[in-house]
């Protein structure tokens, strides 16, 4: 039923993803997906998982307000991800995703392409994740020049 709330079927496995036209859910845990509309699409979703709730109980609570995404972009995005992450970045695969550590911040890092990321951070770590993926971009131009 919430699959056809989301017009996706939600990925089955930790760690998956799935995307139709703007809707996008990605697998955390065994009972936690995370899901992606447009900020105008808000409120029909929580409006049709409400009506849905009686016989199918979840929890759907709108984090927009709590984080924000960072891009990360370019040839050395993966070896940029190496300096606050300890989790092997070749090991999420394309299309993909995983909640991990960055500097002692809990994030959601997914990967798009071989070579683009998106990293979803709690806006009170966001100034500090900033501040160390430019230190780090200065540095891999540096090793660059």
């Known amino acids: 039923a919430l699959e056809a ?10 760690g ?25 699409q808000v409120a029909t979703l929580t409006a ?10 979840h929890s759907l609570v709108d984090i927009s307000g709590r984080e924000v995404t960072l891009s990360i972009e370019g040839p050395k995005a993966a070896e940029l991800l190496t300096l606050g992450c300890p989790r092997d970045i070749a090991t999420i695969a ?3 995703g995983r909640r991990t550590i960055f500097d002692g911040a809990m994030v959601v890092l997914l990967r798009d392409a071989e070579v ?30």
């Open 94 to 96: 394309i299309g993909g």
């Open 48 to 57: 049709a998982c409400a009506a849905i709730y009686a016989d199918h109980p």
């Open 5 to 14: 709330v989301l017009g996706l079927t939600l990925p089955d496995r930790i």
């Open 116 to 145: 683009r990321f998106r990293m979803d951070v709690w806006n009170s770590f966001a100034d500090h994740i900033a501040h160390l993926l430019e230190t780090g971009c200065k540095e891999l131009a540096a090793e660059s020049a």
């Open 16 to 40: 998956k993803r799935a995307a139709t036209g703007s809707a996008e859910a990605i697998r955390l845990g065994p009972d936690e997906w995370t899901l992606y509309v447009p900020a105008d």
